[in-house]
């Protein structure tokens, strides 16, 4: 099983909301990634967990709150976002952090209005 | 530090067709290299990866690619495309030791027509 499951599909925040965007596998994977991708771009990383902890921050803006709470769930917490913030937002994970192939979710498509 | 080149943002090819969508890579150090794929909204899915081993990796639905060392290149191949083969292909590049991330490539939309 190689399924990465994000919730939800999608999202429609205003500004001053609070949402959270999920994700899980149940690969025993302990690396988890949460990446940005714009329309025709590549995915762009945000954060990496390792083992239940944050290894990187790609100077990703404080209204991202990423949140492991087990090595098989992962929350991005998303407070005062831009419209710019508008994108598909992928999690990802891997058998461990650094040169293994990351298995992707199907994304959650986040509209700011 | 690594980079990708994915030099052809399209390519349209007729059904039945042979493909080749290039991609070069640039590190100091030895790396891993992977071809994901992006079907229309959906998330990127692995489709064939070196690690080590035989420069020639096959994918299940037809796809291969060949890592070239001296010309620092990861081209993927397939003989006879499909309708269904309609997606954003991303060449991706690991080092292959320390705390490596993925490297994408801009991609490379690969168009089928009839």
């Known amino acids: 099983d190689t399924e990465v499951t994000q919730t939800p599909k999608h999202l429609v925040m205003g500004m001053t909301n609070k949402k959270s965007l999920k994700c899980e596998q149940h690969m025993g994977h302990r690396a988890m990634y949460w990446y940005k991708q714009k329309a025709k771009k590549p995915p762009e990383l945000m954060f990496v967990?390792?083992?239940?902890?944050?290894?990187i921050n790609e100077s990703v803006p404080s209204r991202f709150s990423p949140e492991c709470p087990n090595s098989s769930l992962l929350n991005l917490h998303l407070h005062a976002l831009q419209p710019e913030d508008s994108a598909l937002y992928l999690c990802?994970?891997?058998?461990?952090?650094?040169?293994?192939?990351?298995?992707f979710g199907p994304g959650t498509r986040l509209t700011v209005t | 530090a690594q980079s990708v080149t994915q030099l052809d943002s399209q390519v349209p090819v007729f059904e039945e067709a042979p493909v080749e969508l290039r991609c070069n890579y640039s590190s100091s150090v030895s790396v891993y290299l992977f071809w994901y794929v992006q079907y229309p909204n959906q998330g990127l899915q692995l489709l064939l990866k070196y690690l080590s081993g035989s420069t020639l990796v096959e994918s299940i639905n037809g796809f291969e690619a060949e890592f070239n060392k001296s010309q620092t290149s990861f081209h993927l191949r397939k003989p006879s495309v499909h309708i269904s083969d309609t997606a954003e292909y991303f060449c991706?590049?690991?080092?292959?030791?320390?705390?490596?991330?993925?490297?994408f490539g801009k991609g490379t939309m690969l168009l089928v027509s009839p």
């Open positions: 990802a994970s891997s058998q461990e952090s650094g040169p293994y192939e990351q298995y």
């Open positions: 991706a590049v690991s080092s292959n030791s320390g705390y490596s991330t993925l490297t």
């Open positions: 967990y390792s083992y239940e902890k944050l290894s």
